[in-house]
């Protein structure tokens, strides 16, 4: 099975910055999209942004203009930077390989990694 590799969560102040990274195998990095997830105690979990194999990204409106997705092909791995972090934005973030696309909006593949814990507080 493929394993997902997420890090840099942690504690953060409102207002902060943290980027968090996804480590994954070249087989699967090199052929899908790639993107984050989060999911907070007793809501579902939910899309946060995304990048494709060509680059071209998307996010969720309730982080756009703060969070940026970028990936390094060269290190199989996919980034999400977050700025201005706000206390609702606590949640375990997924990173997660072979989503796509459809009309009604994004959807994910099969790959998860384990999550990564971030939490903004005072």
């Known amino acids: 099975q493929v394993q997902l590799v997420e890090s840099g969560g942690g504690l953060v102040q409102p207002g902060g910055s943290l980027r968090l990274s996804c480590a994954a195998p070249?087989?699967?990095?090199?052929?899908?999209?790639m993107a984050w997830y989060r999911q907070a105690p007793g809501k579902l979990r939910e899309f946060v942004a995304a990048?494709?194999?060509?680059?071209?990204?998307n996010s969720a409106d309730s982080v756009k203009g703060r969070f940026t997705i970028s990936r390094d092909n060269n290190k199989n791995t996919v980034y999400l930077q977050m700025n201005s972090l706000k206390p609702e934005d606590t949640a375990v973030y997924y990173c997660?390989?072979?989503?796509?696309?459809?009309?009604?909006?994004?959807?994910?593949?099969?790959?998860w990694g384990q999550g990564t814990q971030v939490t903004v507080s005072s």
């Open positions: 990048i494709s194999t060509d680059s071209s990204t």
């Open positions: 070249g087989s699967i990095f090199s052929i899908y999209s």
């Open positions: 997660n390989a072979g989503g796509g696309f459809r009309l009604t909006g994004p959807f994910p593949g099969d790959y």
